[in-house]
DNA sequence: TAATAAAATGAGTATCGCTCATAATTGACA
DNA sequence: TGTCAATTATGAGCGATACTCATTTTATTA
C-alpha cells in the first residue's frame, strides 16, 4: 500500500511534468511553428530547465510527434462519439464528414503542423500508424452501410476512402482561404456523389420487380404509422 | 550594338550561375530533403563560394522556392500540353487525371518538398499563386464542358475542383504506399463520379418515361429511415 | 591602361539543438 | 528521523550550420 501510494506520487509528478512539457509545446509550436519554435521556450514555459526536455523526450521531433500523436487520438475518439447514435450510414457518413471538415479548419494549425513531421523526420511510421486508425471510422461505416445493403460493396474500398478525405481536406483549406464557415454545400455535395455512385437506391430493387419493394413498403407504412400517431 | 553585347555577356554569365545554383540545390534537396540540405554543399555542387548563393537568394527557403515555383510552371505547361488536342471533356478530364496523378507520383520529392515550404516559411504567397495557376487547367476543362452542354454548370466550381485534386492526391499517396503504379481505376472512378453528378448524359434523360421518381424514391427512404430512428 | 562598378570569396558570427558532468530530490529501510 | 541509492533536474558548453561582411577578384568603360 505505502510502496504503491509512493511510487504513485513519483509516478504523477512525472506524468505532470510530461503534461506540462506537451502542453507548453503545443502553444510554442502553435505560435511560432516547428522551425521557429525553440527548445528553450518550450522549457521556460514548462516551467523546467533545458535539458530537462531530452529526459523525457529524444528530441525535438519526437515531442512533435507525441503531440501529433495526442491529436489524433483524440480526433478519432470524438469521430466515433459524433457517429455511435446514428444509424443510418447515409446520415452517419454526412455527420463524419461535417465533423471531419470542421475539425480540419478548427484546427489548422494543428494539422499542418501534423504535415510538417513528414518534412523533419524520415520516421513518421507512428503518425501513419495514428491516421489508419483514425480512417477507420470511414472504413466501418462504409462496411455497416454495405452490410446493410444500402452502400454497393467496392473492390477497394480505400479509392472511396481516399475521395473522402481527399475531398474534404482541400475544400477545408479553400474555405478557409476564403473565410467561409459554411461547410454544407461540401459536404452535401461529397455524400450525394458517393451515395450516387455506390448508393443501393431502393428504386433499383423495385424497378426489376424484386422482392425487396414489398418490404420497403412495409417499412414505408410502418413509419408512417408512427408518424400518424405522434399526433401534429 | 557593342554595349547590347558586353551587357547580355554578363547578364548571361549570372544567369548561368542562377542555373547552376537552381539545378546544384534541386539534387541536394531530393537527395537529402529540405532539413538535411546544406548550403555548402549546394555552393559546393554549383561550384562557388558559399556566400555566392546569398547574391542570388535571399536565404534557403527563397531557394527553395524558386525551385518549387520553377516545377509548378513547368508541370502547368505540360498540363496544358497534355490536354490541348482532346477535344471531348470526358476525355480532356480524364487524361488531365491521369497526367496529374502520374507527376504526383513520379515527382513526389518534389511534392513533399513544396509542401516543406508551408513548415518552412510563414510567405507560402508565391507558391498559392502558382497553384492557383495550374489548378486553371481544371477550371477552363470544366468551363469548357458546360459550354458545350456537356456538363452541368456549377454554382461553385472550387467543390468539384476539390474533389478532384483533393481525391487525386490522397490516391496518389496512397497507390505510391503500396507500390501500385496503375492509376486507372482511381482515375476512371473519379470522373466517372464527376460525370455521374455533373455530366448532362444523354441517356439519363432517355432512360424512362418519369426521370424524377428513382430520385424521389431514394429521398422517401431515407427520410423514413430517419423518421423509424426517432421512435427509437 | 587606369578607374570604376559588379560579383565572388570565405573566415567569422550568431544561434540553436542537444550532451553530460554535477546537483538536487525522492523513496525504501533501519 | 536519518542514511543511502536511485531517479530526476540542471545549465554551461559543444558542435553544427545558416548567414554576414570586409576584402579580393573580375568585368566594363573611357
Redesign the interface.
Known sequence: MTIQTRTKTRRQKVEAREQAILDSARNVFFEK???GARMSEIAAGAKIAEGTIYIYYKNKAALMRAISSEFWQALTANAWAEIEA???P??ALLALARFHIKSLMDQADMI?LT??L???S?DVGTTTEELKTYVRVFDTLYSRGVDRGDLKPHP?L??VR??F???????AR?LRLHDDQNVE??VT??I??????Y?N????R??TGSPDSSA?IA??E???T??EQLGE
Open positions: 511553428g516547428y522551425e446514428i444509424d443510418h447515409y446520415d499542418d504535415h510538417s513528414r518534412v523533419v524520415a477497394a480505400w479509392v481516399d475521395v478525405f481527399g475531398t474534404l481536406d482541400y475544400s479553400t454545400p461540401v455535395n461529397l450525394d456523389g458517393i451515395w450516387a455512385q448508393g437506391a431502393p428504386d433499383t423495385s424497378r420497403l417499412r414505408l410502418r413509419a408512417i408512427r408518424v
